[in-house]
């Protein structure tokens, strides 16, 4: 039982760290970790040599990368400071995690697996925008992860995000293709005792119709006509499309940068815009061009292989109140007719909603962590949580007004709780999609475990003598 116990807490673990690695990396992951390498280097006098190691209080050296003391207690506090429950966490398990992590990295390099600086600084600028919308200015960013300068704290970004995206992209590596059959699910179920059957709490089943406020064609044309009149003055007049996406461009995460991305194929980007961004060449900038976003331009300033740097202007054009105020009396029209029985929920979601990922569905929302139809009440998003949890059975919200998250144009909503299920112990059949989630994960992280076991082997590994004594989960003490 200790053993099996062991063995779903690591698996726990490592569904948790796969989430990590889809989600992208829109925060700042860790406090800073120094690679140190001057520390590796032999030194002729010995003593000093020895009394400055200890004074920098190195727990453990895992191929060319040093974790310090601070490391750990630096990760620990970052992790309560984003409100992360560290009651359970341990300084041993602490390192283990950094040791994994920093032999990760280190075999990307060894397996050629590329992260390109720009790629580096591009995730570091887009942290540092969201740390100073969060604080407020670039000062209190500084004094809260005290450091004296902006070029200081840069660097220490680099050099996390540097060994994170590596670590990342090598575990992408080992996992990627790894599928389960439905007989390994089967399986995988089977094996589990009864004592230990996984229980799912309380869920929702939640349909939505969606209206997006008509712009009128005129506002569409004059940003059109904007753009235009950007791309002939950059082309004809050599004037600078970086001033421009600063004096012009509506999008938050480029704006302060002159509209500067550095983006691959895999970059998570809408497929109209990455269709553009490819088709053109260096120097070149595209026609306007339209998104979920609003309106584009794209000037291509440097092409890497399958890297672009690039520059975009978004422009969103106008969206009267008229057209707000008539999305909203279309919607509360077609919710009374629903509730009169003209046709129902799913049939005026196929033939009004705007929403093409959910109309065709009869506008049942996916779960965007496993795009499954439920959403576990406890793990809800809290703005959806917080316009459904009073609906009754066949109850339809009135209208919602809702911004785009992502940036795009405000829209209005309906909601219905189409199903409900009370919590309870995993069924095969109801809850096979979760299943074969687990079933996923526990078959990635035994891969995981023989990539670990292999690689620590032929892996230069040092750890301070008060850290041996910890229960690592890998066998980084080698006997």
Sequence with gaps: MKKRNKNLLGLFLFAFMAININAQEENVEELPVETMEAEMTPKTDTVNNFKKIKLDGIAAVVGDYVILDSDIEKTLIDLRSQGASTEDITHCSLLGKLMEDRLYAHQAVQDSILVSDDEVNATSDRQIQQLVQQVGSMDKVLEFYKKETVEDFREELFTINKLRMLSEKMQQKIVGEIEVTPEEVRQFFKNIPEDQKPVFGAEL??????????????????????????KADVEDNDASFSVKAILYSQDPGSKSKGGFYSMTRQTPFVKEFKDVAFSLQEGEISEPFETTFGYHIIFIEKIRGQE??????????????????????ELDTIRKHIIEGKYTFAEAALNFSDEKETKNDGGLLRNPIN???????????PTLYNQVRNLKDEEISYPLLEADPRGGPPKYKILKVTNRYDEHEADFAKDYLKIQELALREKQYNAIKEWMDDHIVDTYVSINDANKSCDFANNWVKK
């Excluded at 795009?371 to 998003?381: C, H, Q, V």
């Design 205 to 230: 089943e939640i349909s939505q119709i969606v209206k997006t406020p008509e712009i009128p064609e005129e506002e569409k044309q004059k940003v059109v006509n904007k753009l235009q009149e950007i």
């Design 308 to 329: 672009l740097d690039l520059r975009h202007i978004l422009i969103q054009p106008e969206i009267p109140q008229a057209a707000v105020d008539d999305a909203k009396i």
């Design 371 to 381: 795009f499954d139809s439920r959403f576990e009440l406890t793990k809800m998003d």
